[in-house]
C-alpha cells in the first residue's frame, strides 16, 4: 500500500523554482525579498514518504494475498517476487530481504527485515481489507539502496465504521488509519520523519476491486485517498512540516512506469520558509502539476 510518494525530481524542481518565483515579484517597502531556493527538506520528505509508504505495501500484500507474488507495479512491492523470504504466522508476518539484498522491479536494493504484527486486531480481523485490523511495524537492519531505514514505530488500522464487522461497500468505503515514526540515514546524516494520515480506497464499491471480505483487495486497479500531517527534521537539522489534501493516487493509471497522483494537493513547509503547494490536478491520467510559490503558479511535467 502506498500512502503518499512524491517524486524526488517533482520536489526539487517544485523548489528550484523559488528563486524565479521570489525574482519575479514586485519588492515591496517594507519587505525586500530573499532567495529561497532550500531543497534538502523536499528531497529528504520525499525519500520518507517513499520508504513508509513501501513498508506498508510490503506488509498489506503480504497479509492480503499469503503469498509472495507482489507485480503490481514500481511504488508497490514488485520487489519482493524476485527473492525476498516471506514468513506467515497466525498473526504475524516476517519479511527477510537477506543479508546480500534483493534488487526488486523498482530498481531498488533492499537488505534486512521487516516485522508485522496484527495481534492488537479486534472484530476477529485477520486482513488489511477487514474492519477492526490493526498491525504494528517494525524493522531489523533494514536498508535500501545501502541507506538505512529504521521503522522506530508504525502503526495502521482499518477504522471502516460497520456493525460487528459488517459494512456495505455500496455505501461506505475501506479506510485506514496511519500513524509512523521513522528515521532515515542519508548521505551520513539522519532524517527524522513521524506521520498521522488517513488512507481512503475511494473505489471500494467496484466489485473488481473490492469483492468482500474473503477476497483480497485488487490493487492493481485501486484508487487511494490520502489525507493527513508530516513533520520531521531534515539532514541539515531543520524542521519541516507537510499535508496531504485529499492527495489521490490512481493504479489503473501509469505514465513512464510510474503510478501517479492524479489530484490532490501537497503542502510542505521547511522551517519558517514559505510553504510550497503542489496542485496535482483534477483526475486525469497524467504526468502534469501545478506548483505555487508565493502567489506564483507554474506548471510543468513530473519526471521519473
Known sequence: MKTSKVNTRLAIVALSLSLLAVSCRKKEKEEVPTIDNEQSTASDQNDAERNA????????????TNTTNFMYG?????????????????????VDFGTTGVTGNDGKTR?????????GSTNGATRYRHPGFKSTTTSSNYMVDGNAVNVISKTVENIT???????????????????????????????????????????????NVYSGPTNPIAWQLAKIKLNGNSSGVNK?????????????????????????????????TPGTRRTR????????????????????????????
Not at 509508504?53 to 492480503?64: L, R, W
Not at 489534501?245 to 513512464?256: E, F, N
Open 236 to 268: 541539515n537539522g531543520e524542521n519541516y512540516t507537510a499535508v496531504a489534501i485529499d492527495l489521490v493516487r490512481d493504479y489503473t493509471c501509469q505514465t513512464g512506469g510510474r503510478h501517479r497522483f492524479v489530484s490532490g494537493i501537497l503542502e510542505y
Open 74 to 94: 514500481r511504488e508497490m512491492s514488485g520487489s519482493l517476487a524476485g527473492g525476498a523470504t516471506i514468513t506467515l504466522g497466525a498473526q504475524t508476518c516476517t
Open 111 to 119: 537488505t534486512g527485515k521487516l516485522f508485522y504484527d496484527w495481534s
Open 53 to 64: 509508504n513501501d513498508i506498508d505495501n510490503i506488509g498489506a500484500q503480504a497479509i492480503e
Open 161 to 207: 465504521p460497520n456493525n460487528g464487522g459488517v459494512f456495505n461497500p455500496a455505501t461506505t468505503n475501506l479506510k485506514w488509519s496511519i500513524a509512523a515514526n521513522i528515521s532515515l540515514v542519508k548521505s551520513g546524516a539522519t532524517i527524522s520523519w513521524n506521520c498521522s494520515r488517513t488512507k481512503e480506497l475511494i473505489n471500494t464499491s467496484d466489485p
Open 277 to 304: 503547494r503542489i496542485d496535482f490536478g483534477n483526475g486525469a491520467c497524467d504526468n502534469i502539476a501545478t506548483v505555487t510559490i508565493v502567489g506564483t503558479n507554474i506548471t510543468f511535467t513530473i519526471g521519473q
